[in-house]
């Protein structure tokens, strides 16, 4: 199975932790996508770090959903600085809203249509 | 405050569910644009429902993130038949893949931009 860009994050074994990042931007989004990109290659260094899913409806909601192993992991990204300088930075420039809810998997399923041989 | 319907579901007091459903759909969406509005109707019946998120990248991922008061709330929903009907129509029409994440919020945070003056 390919690792497509836009394939979900998986279903993992419960219980692991997901961070649900829903944002409204602005119109400020001066070194907003190096900014996000850098977040991106950082987080991969976390350990227990699962994977993250984006989802951006052109100029509405995005939606960015973490998922880590354990509440140390995202602890351990909550605490990083160069992380938490980016976040004040989105506060003063690049959000208008944001919300953040973390939570403790309980249940997972994942679904992937069989290949029919009739689809090239 | 207007609601805004891109204003993202408010960060509730812990604890809560969130129910995140990542997924690429297929070519084949006929009638997927009604049953997605007949869920989205529905759900608002389920007592403990609190509010729903969603964002779609053009011809990528969307994520829908369902938020619910307690798990009984959530099974409800579950259970409901049309809702069942639409996931057996899903899993053989519109979607390639999907995965399921069902996690009870322990820690939630808001943030909204205070008004600008000079912003119209």
């Not at 989004?29 to 991969?44: F, I």
């Not at 899913?53 to 939606?63: E, N, S």
């Not at 973490?66 to 140390?72: H, K, S």
């Not at 944001?98 to 009739?118: C, D, I, M, N, W």
């Given at each position: ?96 809203s ?22 090239g």
């Amino acid at each position: 199975m390919n690792n497509h860009s836009e394939a979900p994050v998986e279903a993992y074994e419960p219980p692991y932790y997901v961070a649900v990042f829903t944002a409204v931007r602005t119109q400020e989004q001066s070194d907003y996508s190096e900014t996000n990109a850098r977040m991106e290659d950082l987080v991969k260094d976390v350990p227990g770090f699962l994977g993250m899913d984006h989802a951006q409806t052109p100029g509405g909601l995005g939606i960015t959903v973490g998922y880590f192993r354990d509440a140390g992991a995202l602890a351990e990204w909550r605490s990083n600085a160069e992380h938490r300088a980016a976040q004040k930075r989105g506060q003063v420039e690049w959000y208008r809203s944001y919300t953040l809810h973390v939570a403790k998997v309980e249940r997972s399923y994942g679904f992937t249509r069989a290949q029919s041989p009739a689809a090239g």
